[in-house]
């Protein structure tokens, strides 16, 4: 059994890892992913923020509102699709996971993939976009995409569609659009369809 092994047993809760000195410092503790383990939907984020990072939970700050507004309004509830990061704990100062920082979680993501074993993936931004596919990514143009990537010692590919930061419609309204349309698409990807519930889309208060 190899040290990554060790630090993640179940695949799904990282104890203890000590490799990205860094991040050691400036978490306040390691955020795991959160949701059903056999969830259809696999939602992955680059890093925790200030709020993930106090609260031990991915996307649950400002970003995380805009997230589980649209995930309402496509009848993806929050409790039933799996949400995690690239990297599990908080970046000093908010800055992005480092290349190294990125390579040393990413056992963490592939156990927790293999374990989720998801219909879709659906990246939450470039960087994991980028970490994921392994190659550079215009997610502006491109999202809504889809993309087929090899994970471990898993029989079948599995599908990435690349999706916007959700904090990029807080930064340019001009996004929501295209950020409402691609969780749509992975809905569509999951096999729900539009709920009559969730309604219309709030995202033009945030
Ligand atoms: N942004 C991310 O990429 N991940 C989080 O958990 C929160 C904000």
Redesign the pocket.
Known sequence: MDDEQADCMDGLTVEGCTRCPALVDSRSRIVDGVGPADADVLFV?????AQ?DAEGE??V?R??SVLDEQLRTVGLERDAIRIT?CVRCRPPENRDPSTEELANCRGYLEAEIERVDPDVIVT??KVPGEHLLGRSVAVTKETGTVEEIRVGEAATPYRVLLCL?P?ATLYDRSQESAFAETIREAAALAGVSPSDEGGQSRLGEY
């Open positions: 984020g680059e890093a925790p923020g993930e991915p996307f700050g970003s995380g990061n939450l931004g930061h904090a």
